[in-house]
């Protein structure tokens, strides 16, 4: 089956463009500048010429705090981009596989969020994945539309390269403890991706690693793993404030995710030791993306 790759040079298209490519899907990974979503003309025109049967959007404006001040470019990338892949998906009769965010959430919620609860974003950038939710909904019928959370992976920046540089230069480190959410692996999420395309069973969904945590114990998982003997300090989001606010509460219900692959994802800390590997192992031979 061929597969469109959008945004390839990203974190998590790095890992899903390998990892349909080992199930046997043939796929077409073109840089940014080949493909760039916010022209309807240029996703119609690559899309003719490689003929997808499914499009899988991993194509974002992903700067949360740079959003606050540039929330157009935000819209542009999240919502107007995202209404071109559903047309040319709807030209096509194709499916689309798109990423969201729980930052369509304002974090409120006592427990997980449900893929029935209703959005309501805090940001501009969690407005903005929401304007491309919204025309995914209003514009298809055939799409996995996915929201994950706290995405770590080997070919891209997170958290993890954040507190392991900082661990370089600092034996003490201030880390937000009051925001819950669970980090996601780009490699078990691309799993879960590959096991859900082809069943046809359309709609949103949820998908993270298990185990909701805080930035606080991730960060200790981290460095005990990484053997840095590292005095970490909780502290609240309104201690360390940033320009865009985060949601408190990023835990998100699985449900029916589970149900259908027929098994729970795995927990964070397990991907968090593979990721450590992989890493070491990357950085070692240096970094290329796939699409750059
Ligand atoms: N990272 C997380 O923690 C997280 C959490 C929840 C949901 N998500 C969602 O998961 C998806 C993948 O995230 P990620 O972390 O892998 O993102 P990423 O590493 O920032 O990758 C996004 C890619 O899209 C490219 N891009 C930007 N504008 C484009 C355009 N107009 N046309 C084509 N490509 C464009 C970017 O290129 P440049 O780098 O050149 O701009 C980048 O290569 C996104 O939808 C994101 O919203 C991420």
Same mark, same amino acid.
């Given at each position: 089956m061929k597969v469109l790759v959008t945004g390839a040079g990203g974190m998590l298209a790095n890992d899903l463009v390998s990892l349909l490519a080992e199930r046997g899907y043939e796929v077409f990974a073109p840089p940014e500048d080949m493909l760039d979503v916010t *022209?309807? !003309? %240029?996703?119609?025109?690559v899309a003719d010429s490689c003929e997808p049967? &499914? &499009?899988v959007n991993c194509a974002a404006y992903t700067k949360v705090d740079d959003a606050e001040t540039e929330e157009q470019q935000a819209l542009t990338v999240n919502g107007f981009g995202v209404q071109n892949l559903c047309l040319v998906c709807q030209e096509r009769d194709i499916p689309l596989v798109h990423f969201s965010t729980d930052y369509v959430f304002d974090g409120t919620k006592e427990g997980p969020y449900t893929i029935y !609860?209703?959005? +309501?974003p805090v940001g501009a950038y969690g407005r903005s994945k929401l304007l491309g939710e919204k025309y995914i909904l209003w514009l298809l019928s055939k799409f996995y539309l996915i929201r994950t959370t706290w995405m770590f992976g080997t070919y891209g920046r997170n958290f993890i390269d954040t507190m392991l540089e900082i661990g370089q230069r600092q034996k003490k480190i201030s880390v937000v403890n009051d925001q819950r959410g669970c980090p996601t692996w780009t490699r078990h999420l691309g799993e879960a %991706? %590959? #096991?859900? &395309? #082809?069943?046809? @069973? /359309? #709609?949103? /969904? *949820? &998908?993270t690693n298990s185990e909701p945590t805080t930035w606080f114990d991730f960060a200790q998982e981290i460095f005990r793993l990484s053997g840095m003997d590292i005095e970490l300090v909780p502290v609240t989001s309104d201690q360390f404030p940033t320009p865009a606010r985060r949601p408190l509460n990023s835990v998100l219900d699985p449900f029916p995710l589970p149900q259908l692959l027929g098994r729970e994802m795995p927990s964070w800390r397990e991907g968090l030791r593979? *990721?450590?590997?992989? @890493? +070491?192992m990357v950085k070692k031979k240096g970094f290329k993306s796939k699409g750059k």
């Amino acid at each position: 089956m061929k597969v469109l790759v959008t945004g390839a040079g990203g974190m998590l298209a790095n890992d899903l463009v390998s990892l349909l490519a080992e199930r046997g899907y043939e796929v077409f990974a073109p840089p940014e500048d080949m493909l760039d979503v916010t *022209h309807l !003309d %240029v996703v119609r025109a690559v899309a003719d010429s490689c003929e997808p049967e &499914i &499009i899988v959007n991993c194509a974002a404006y992903t700067k949360v705090d740079d959003a606050e001040t540039e929330e157009q470019q935000a819209l542009t990338v999240n919502g107007f981009g995202v209404q071109n892949l559903c047309l040319v998906c709807q030209e096509r009769d194709i499916p689309l596989v798109h990423f969201s965010t729980d930052y369509v959430f304002d974090g409120t919620k006592e427990g997980p969020y449900t893929i029935y !609860d209703e959005p +309501n974003p805090v940001g501009a950038y969690g407005r903005s994945k929401l304007l491309g939710e919204k025309y995914i909904l209003w514009l298809l019928s055939k799409f996995y539309l996915i929201r994950t959370t706290w995405m770590f992976g080997t070919y891209g920046r997170n958290f993890i390269d954040t507190m392991l540089e900082i661990g370089q230069r600092q034996k003490k480190i201030s880390v937000v403890n009051d925001q819950r959410g669970c980090p996601t692996w780009t490699r078990h999420l691309g799993e879960a %991706v %590959v #096991g859900l &395309i #082809g069943t046809e @069973r /359309y #709609g949103v /969904y *949820h &998908i993270t690693n298990s185990e909701p945590t805080t930035w606080f114990d991730f960060a200790q998982e981290i460095f005990r793993l990484s053997g840095m003997d590292i005095e970490l300090v909780p502290v609240t989001s309104d201690q360390f404030p940033t320009p865009a606010r985060r949601p408190l509460n990023s835990v998100l219900d699985p449900f029916p995710l589970p149900q259908l692959l027929g098994r729970e994802m795995p927990s964070w800390r397990e991907g968090l030791r593979e *990721h450590l590997k992989q @890493r +070491n192992m990357v950085k070692k031979k240096g970094f290329k993306s796939k699409g750059k």
